[in-house]
């Protein structure tokens, strides 16, 4: 509820609202505070009054005064009746009446003596009260959807003019339809004060996104602000429709897992008895909603369900699915195989759902799922694969490692960077790690790390002599040798140099063969243009054709052709 302050009330009092009603001025006050009424003289000057005196209205033709003022003297009060110590005049001949009340509303009249002129100026009153107060009583317990209900009553108490009340839900007003909204009004007039009180009830059918509505009255007093009631709400009833089954489960749910079932009914107030049933056996729960499956396992997978207890035929289900994952890898763990032969790696797998599979050798991923048709001392290293569907994940691995004979696969020599000694190479494969050992003393020996069951083993050598060197390399599984001739750093010396003198004699005689077909050339052309010559000659004298030619001059160019050919090879 709002009320108007004590200072909005005097701002009222000074600046009252004046209408012409009937021919006369109306001043409004405000019921049980001071009302000033004003007397009107118009151009007349206050000095030159000499009497002043306030009358009102009895009814009829009566009048009853209120006081008298002369020029230079008090003010004189006459009222006897129910004025009597409640009027005064105020500046400017103003009549103040405090107390107003509802049998103040009639006419005042403010009659003036000015010499022999008397003057009458009747003003109208009319006293406002706001309700003392707004609120809604008698509510219901519950609104039920479809049915006109009684909502509660509205009240405005002690007001003047009667309050007019206004229904609103969700600060949207309500208008009576004759359907889902009937308001009926009606005032009461206290017999003593002539105060009104205003009662406003409103039937309401509600529906069902009623249930968070909010519902007040208001009213729009005379003068002053609006007027609001406490907010009501009010719990709307409603038969249970639809029911819908939630499942609450740690994602993935796999085996262990716990499961919680939960039936949701959309009626008001909600049931508070359900049935759940769980695949095959009924379980019913009372003054709760929810239902817990624990420690479930794959066979928990299926369809569930949920019901009313007052009307079975109402239910709703669910599909519950247990994610699950196995896989067994043969043979796993760690094996040692023998060189050559196969092994047979399996990986089974059974999943609830669709996976991907992913291998790696010594951390390094795989392309493809290992085969091991033959094995080789390549094939040994840490192998594993890694199952996931969606979250789930599981691995497994295989350490394997491959034994048998060791064998030389590369025996080789070369000169040392500074020419000074040999550098013999020996590649062996085997496993477990072989001994390599030489047939000669060599230096700075030098020995790979042994990976994959390999490993390469250098000596350096500076050998005086043509020398025959062996390598010979052996586990528990047996032994291999191989043999390489390496010959002397001297004999190897001369033999660069014959064989640096051989290709200089071979490039002398080259270039002698080429200057000789140069020169045959050259003689063989000079003479061909000697022979030309004379020809042509010998053809002026006897007569022969310019254009002709004789045989001797095409077998000559022909020898000259195949001359220069010569030369050119």
Avoid at 295 to 312: A, I, M
């Amino acid at each position: 509820m709002h009320l108007l302050s004590a200072s909005c009330v005097r701002a009222l009092l000074f600046a009252t609202l004046l209408r012409q009603v009937s021919g006369l001025e109306t001043v409004i006050g405000l019921y049980g505070e001071t009302l000033e009424i004003p007397c009107n003289i118009g151009a007349m000057k206050a000095e030159d009054i000499t009497i002043t005196k306030w009358k009102y209205a009895k009814g009829g033709s009566l009048s009853g005064d209120l006081l008298v003022k002369r020029k230079d003297q008090g003010v004189s009060i006459s009222a006897t009746d129910e004025y009597k110590g409640r009027v005064s005049m105020g500046a400017n001949s103003s009549l103040l009446l405090s107390a107003a009340k509802l049998t103040d509303q009639h006419a005042f009249t403010c009659m003036v003596v000015i010499d022999a002129d008397i003057g009458e100026y009747p003003v109208n009153v009319v006293i406002y009260k706001t309700p003392a107060g707004l609120e809604i009583s008698d509510k219901a317990d519950e609104l039920e959807i479809g049915k006109l209900t009684k909502l509660g009553t509205c009240v405005a108490k002690d007001s003047n003019p009667a309050a007019n009340i206004t229904w609103l839900k969700n600060n949207t007003p309500l208008v009576a339809d004759g359907k889902g909204i009937s308001i009926q009004a009606s005032v009461l007039v206290d017999p003593v004060t002539g105060l009104s009180t205003t009662s406003s009830t409103l039937e309401f059918s509600a529906e069902k996104e009623d249930r968070d509505a909010e519902f007040t009255c208001s009213t729009q007093p005379t003068v002053g602000t609006e007027l609001v009631s406490s907010p009501a709400a009010f719990t709307v009833t409603y038969s249970t429709e639809n029911i819908v089954l939630q499942v609450t489960a740690r994602e993935p749910l796999v085996e262990g897992g716990n499961v919680t079932l939960k039936c949701l009914a959309d009626g008001n107030p909600a049931p508070t008895a359900f049935n759940f049933h769980l695949k095959g056996e009924l379980v019913k729960v009372e003054n709760a909603d929810t239902y817990t499956i624990t420690n479930v396992s794959r066979d928990s997978t299926g369809e569930y369900k949920c019901s009313l207890v007052d009307d079975p035929t109402m239910e709703a289900s669910k599909d519950i699915t247990v994610s699950y994952l196995d896989i067994n890898l043969s043979p796993s763990g760690n094996i040692v195989e023998k060189a050559g032969q196969a092994l047979d790696l399996t990986l089974q797998i059974n999943a609830s759902g669709g996976y991907k599979v992913t291998w790696t050798k010594d951390n390094v991923k795989l392309d493809k799922e290992p085969e091991f048709t033959k094995l080789t001392y390549a094939d040994s290293g840490r192998y594993e694969c890694e199952v996931t569907m969606g979250l789930l994940t599981q691995k497994d691995f295989l350490e394997l490692v491959v034994e048998g004979v060791p064998v030389i696969r590369q025996l080789s020599k070369k000169r040392g960077e500074d020419g000074a000694h040999k550098v013999l190479i020996c590649e062996v494969e085997g496993s477990p790690k072989p001994a390599v050992s030489w047939s000669i003393n060599g230096t700075s020996l030098d020995e790979s790390p042994f990976v994959n069951g390999k490993i390469t083993h250098k000596i350096t050598v500076v050998p005086a002599a043509n020398l025959t060197v062996s390598c010979s390399v052996s586990n528990e599984f047996g032994a291999d040798s191989r043999t390489i001739n390496v010959s002397s750093l001297i004999e190897e010396v001369r033999m660069d140099k014959q064989d640096q003198s051989d290709d200089n004699d071979q490039t002398k005689v080259v270039v002698g063969v080429v200057v000789g077909l140069l020169l045959a050339t050259v003689v063989i052309g000079l003479a061909y243009w000697v022979y030309m010559k004379k020809s042509k000659q010998g053809s002026w004298k006897t007569g022969e054709n310019e254009d002709g030619s004789s045989e001797e001059e095409k077998k000559l160019e022909e020898k000259v052709e195949e001359n220069s050919q010569k030369a050119e090879v």
